[in-house]
């Protein structure tokens, strides 16, 4: 997979502003909606196991987004 990542969400509002890898921090988790509706995004790559994030993965597919659940270590 040839990804360009274009932001960050983070559920630390602190965070927003920062960089991880040179990848900014463009909001909140719960911001996701401005986020994807800002940008041209054509994939969501989510790193969050939880029940939270039905709604995103409904958003996605509403919006023919693809939705990835992966994992990273850092």
């Known amino acids: 997979f040839n990804y ?7 559920d630390k509002p602190s965070f927003k502003g920062r960089n991880l890898f040179d990848i ?10 401005e986020a994807i509706d800002a940008n ?15 709604e ?5 597919r509403k919006k023919k987004i693809n ?3 992966v994992s990273i270590n850092i």
């Open 56 to 60: 995103l993965k409904t958003y996605c």
């Open 67 to 69: 939705f990835r659940q």
């Open 40 to 54: 041209d995004i054509s994939t969501v790559l989510c790193t969050i196991n939880e029940k939270s994030i039905t």
């Open 24 to 33: 900014p921090i463009i909001g909140s988790i719960d911001s996701y909606k």
């Open 4 to 10: 360009f990542p274009i932001g960050i969400l983070d």
